[in-house]
């Protein structure tokens, strides 16, 4: 069974807040993941994008990036999760860990 993922993501689909970090987490990781091919494929940092000389603006890191590019890779993120819950994947928060030298056994 195939998912059109145009369908999932029309789907009023809601995050659950435990879930919001991973939406920054995920743009972040897409942000490096974006900036390590284009390093791969011999592009550079440069003020303004010149396909010629192979240079971005965005060859930065996440954190400096401008917001709104930050926005663009939240979308990105915000996509791949609702498109997961919506094909009826679960996505869970891991554990906390407990209080510093509390292992949950008893003696």
């Known amino acids: 069974m195939t998912h059109d993922p145009k369908d999932a993501c029309r789907a009023q689909v809601q995050i659950p807040s435990d ?41 930065v890191p996440y954190q400096d990036l401008a917001e709104s590019e930050k926005e663009y890779d939240r979308q990105i993120a915000l996509g791949i999760i609702k498109t997961i819950l919506a094909w009826g994947y679960r996505l869970e928060s891991p554990p906390r860990p407990g209080p510093p030298g509390n292992s949950g056994k008893h003696d």
Request: proline share 5%.
């Open 19 to 59: 879930l919001l970090g991973l939406v920054e987490q995920l743009a972040e990781t897409c942000h490096e993941i974006w900036s390590r091919q284009r390093l791969e494929d011999g592009w550079r940092y440069g003020p303004r994008r010149d396909d010629d000389k192979k240079e971005h603006p965005g060859l």
